[in-house]
């Protein structure tokens, strides 16, 4: 039941309810959630810890990657769950035309009075962006590759972009309230790499080329009774974000962002792990099509529907709209722990399934559970220490047969 908790919240509101009715739902949901609540297992490091990789990856949405990937971990005198702060630089390009510049900082006990702070800056270049078109039914048709060439699903995208939050936990409750703003600039080419048609220059049919600025300001609740950060075993990560993109910052557009996300975790037995998520998105007003794309959450940004970060083995953002539905469900198993030059490691296989669907316009609460997209297959985490994690995933579906996905980290 508890997992079935978010929906059955969500299923009781009206359907075109809005804001206001999400908002109520989740504050019965916070108010309800009885999880257990375990404290973070606190880190016997001390000082620095630099942990790196040779870029040398493989995504079948981007092709392959060169680059570099860095963490570095302070934890201080030591007792700091997950670090006391940590810097990610990445320096990355694939061969399907991304270039990415990015730094991440985060600081859950850098400040004091409990303050966390994260902030991302990030400079991005792509010249074959994916774009099926809008809904849940939008076409794929492969031969149109051959007859109009390999980018008519493509379009270019450069993309600069500031963020920061600051979140701080409410009394000796397990809930933090998060407020945070940023400022993104983007650019599209229709017509990428003398392409002569594309399907979003179809639709466009001659009209003005969308690009400008979505600069926001955010609000949220996030309730954390995870025992650790990274590879949870036990506990709920749920938030509640509300994003506004206002024309008084100086936005091309004005729309408003909400999304409720909900991820448990249950352990059973002494090495396999149940992890779960349901995410649910709306927005509100006249957003470009590109911002469709993110899919918003408290620790960094992802898009979708489709690829790495959301549904696996479906291709990347293959189904764009303004209502999301995502729920992806993970069975984790820490099959070995090992030392190698004076270091710990650990080995986790998986088994997932991710299903989700869109809607061009308002999200239908009632046809949330209806004409599903689904994506399933496994995968393997190789982790040095707790807290860096290289990560391997084959997903299949029925666009795609085998898709593999090499990066950091786990998906939730």
């Known amino acids: 039941m508890r997992l079935l908790l978010p929906i059955v919240i969500l299923l009781q509101q009206k359907e075109g309810a809005g804001l206001r009715s999400t908002l109520v739902g989740v504050m019965v949901l916070l108010v309800f959630l009885s999880v257990p609540i375990g404290a ?17 990856n493989y995504d079948s949405d981007e092709g392959f990657g060169y680059g570099i990937l860095l963490e570095a971990y302070n934890y201080g005198e030591g007792g700091y769950a997950p670090y006391r702060f940590t810097l990610q630089p990445t320096v990355k390009f694939t061969t399907k035309g991304r270039r990415e510049f990015t730094l991440f900082f985060d600081a859950p006990h850098l400040l004091s009075n409990q303050w966390r702070f994260d902030g991302s800056l990030r400079s991005e270049r792509q010249i074959a962006s994916p774009y099926y078109g ?7 048709d492969r031969a149109l590759q051959d007859t109009e060439g390999q980018y008519y699903y493509r379009f270019g995208r450069t993309r600069t972009q500031a963020t920061m939050n600051l979140q701080r936990q409410v009394g000796d409750l397990p809930v933090r309230f998060l407020i945070g703003s940023g400022a993104t600039h983007t650019n599209v080419e229709l017509l990428p790499e003398n392409a002569t048609r594309t399907l979003l220059s179809q639709g466009l ?32 990560w749920s938030e509640f974000l509300v994003q506004a993109v206002p024309d008084f910052l100086g936005s091309e557009s004005q729309y408003v962002r909400w999304t409720l996300a909900d991820r448990r975790y249950f352990p059973l037995g002494d090495r396999l792990t ?29 898009e979708g529907l489709g690829g790495a ?19 992806n469900a993970e069975l984790r198993w820490r099959a070995h722990e ?3 030059a004076g270091k710990s490691f650990h080995l986790v296989f998986s088994g997932f399934l991710d299903s989700g669907r869109v809607w061009e316009t308002d999200l239908k609460v009632g046809q949330i559970l209806s004409d599903l997209q689904t994506g399933y297959g496994g995968g ?13 995933d084959v997903g299949h579906s029925v666009e795609a047969t085998a898709p593999i996905y090499i990066g950091l980290g786990y998906l939730y």
Do not use: C
């Not at 970060?309 to 999301?324: A, E, Q």
């Not at 393997?380 to 391997?392: D, H, L, T, W």
């Open 274 to 302: 149940f992890a779960n998520r349901f995410l649910v998105q709306g927005v509100e007003g006249s957003a470009p099509f590109y911002d469709l794309f993110i899919v918003q959450t408290s620790f960094k940004q992802e």
């Open 134 to 140: 809008l809904g849940n039914t939008s076409i794929y």
């Open 40 to 56: 973070q297992q606190k880190s016997d490091q001390t000082g620095w810890e630099l942990n790196g990789l040779p870029a040398i």
């Open 309 to 327: 970060k959301t549904l696996r083995g479906i291709p990347k953002n293959r189904y764009v709209g303004k209502g999301l539905f995502l729920w």
């Open 380 to 392: 393997v985490r190789v982790g040095m220490g707790e807290n860096f994690i290289v990560a391997v």
């Open 338 to 340: 090992f030392a190698m």
């Open 205 to 236: 049919l001659g009209g003005d080329v969308p690009g400008g600025w979505s600069n926001h300001l955010r609000v949220g609740l996030v309730w954390d009774t995870r025992d650790r950060e990274t590879g949870p075993r036990r506990g709920t």
